[in-house]
């Protein structure tokens, strides 16, 4: 198949590429600058100049794709809202040119969106329409009409430059000289590796069900103590536990997201798909950071929070 994948040139994107080509497929990226056109090609993927604001451009690579994988987001979280709304409008332009046929449109989501305190989150919840959340990816893809779409809902996704949140938490522990966590650090965030991430992509691409919601969960549940206590010892800083109160202050725009439980499971994915995760854990990957390699990596992370 030929694909046309959104955010080919980030984090998780650019792991997917290689993983679908060398599985026989052609991509057709989507970039919109000389240096993601430049490492497209070296990955052997054909090149669309274009970006999620241009719908044409979008809708022209969906049009000349057998299916699409949208992984782009802007990850500009002081204009959160508004970048939602760039997704919501890029993810119907993208139905909009595969309407009507069976090429499947897989959308990426997380799995922060059915997190329930308490409980593990499974495939089969639907995102709770009154969720005081405005991203809208998933939402937006299942009520396509007359679209093959699916949903990719993503945990903390590793390897050991970058880890989802984490990768912000870190920039964050620099930043304050301080590793918290949220009264016992209890909380649990699920993971995945990135190359398990990849192959699952692959594999709801080539096994396409319309409709479906899937977990690319390896790890159900990481503590934020045991997180913390890694990043802690890696920068060789302090381990705090911060009340509630205290962790809206520390943590920022993160706060939200700091002292919540969302495990999640990727059984029912797991069985559906056939897809075993094989790649290192979330701990273990944090481990075997090199911190002041990835410095680049997380300063500008803060930058951009
Ligand atoms: N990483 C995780 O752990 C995690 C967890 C949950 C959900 N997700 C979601 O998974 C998806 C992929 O995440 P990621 O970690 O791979 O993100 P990333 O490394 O920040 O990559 C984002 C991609 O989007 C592209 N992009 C940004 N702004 C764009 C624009 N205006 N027009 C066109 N393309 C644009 C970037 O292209 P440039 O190279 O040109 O900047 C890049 O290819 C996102 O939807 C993200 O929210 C990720």
Redesign the pocket.
């Known amino acids: 198949m030929r694909i046309f994948v959104?955010?080919?040139?980030?984090?998780?994107?650019s792991a997917v590429v290689p993983e679908l080509i060398k599985a026989g497929h052609r991509v057709l990226g989507?970039?919109?600058?000389d240096s993601?056109a430049q490492s497209l090609i070296a990955a052997a993927a054909e090149v669309h100049r274009g970006?999620?604001?241009d719908l044409d451009s979008l809708r022209t690579g969906a049009a000349a794709a057998d299916g699409v994988i949208h992984?782009?987001?802007?990850?500009d979280f002081s204009k959160f809202k508004e970048n939602c709304e760039i997704d919501r409008r890029a993810i119907e332009a993208l139905g909009s040119a595969l309407a009507g046929s069976d090429r499947p449109l897989i959308v990426?989501s997380?799995t922060a969106g059915v997190a329930a305190p308490g409980k593990v989150a499974t495939e089969d919840q639907v995102v709770p329409p009154d969720l005081p959340f405005p991203r809208v990816s998933e939402r937006t893809a299942l009520s396509l009409q007359g679209v093959s779409a699916s949903v990719m809902r993503?945990?903390?996704?590793h390897d050991t430059i970058?880890q989802?949140l984490v990768t912000y938490l870190i920039a964050m522990t620099r930043e304050k000289g301080v590793s918290a966590y949220v009264g016992e650090g209890r909380n649990r965030w699920a993971a995945a590796h990135v190359s398990d991430v990849a192959r699952l992509y692959r594999l709801a691409l080539e096994k396409h069900e319309a409709g479906a919601k899937y977990h690319a969960v390896a790890e159900e549940g990481v503590a934020m103590r045991d997180i913390a206590e890694t990043i802690g010892r890696g920068l060789k800083l302090p381990v705090v536990s911060l009340s509630p109160e205290k962790a809206a202050a520390h943590f920022g725009w993160l706060a939200m997201f700091a002292g919540l439980d969302m495990p999640a499971s990727g059984a029912q994915t797991q069985q559906r798909l056939g897809w075993q995760p094989t790649g290192p854990g979330l701990i273990a990957d944090l481990e075997q950071m090199n911190y002041l390699e990835a410095d680049a990596v997380t300063a500008s992370a803060a930058r951009r929070a």
Do not use: Y
């Open positions: 959104t955010g080919a040139t980030g984090f998780i994107g989507l970039t919109r600058s993601g970006s999620l604001e992984t782009a987001f802007i990850h990426t997380g993503l945990p903390q996704v970058k989802g």
